[in-house]
């Protein structure tokens, strides 16, 4: 996982399923199951910081 001083304001999918190391279509996947939240910035899909750190907060309890 990056340095708190190295993260991104949002992460593009391919970027977000490397910090989480699995495939995008896992990932995508994920975002069908309202498993991961994501944000649209224009038309684009973008995963936050924080969406990545409560994904994996709840897949710790």
Known sequence: ???EQE????Y?????????SI???????LMELAQIDTIKIGGC???TWHQIESFLRRQEG
């Open 12 to 20: 593009k999918i391919p970027e977000a399923a490397a910090l989480l």
């Open 1 to 3: 996982m990056p340095r």
């Open 45 to 47: 899909r973008r995963v």
């Open 23 to 29: 495939s995008v279509s896992q990932f995508y996947r």
């Open 7 to 10: 993260r991104k304001a949002a």
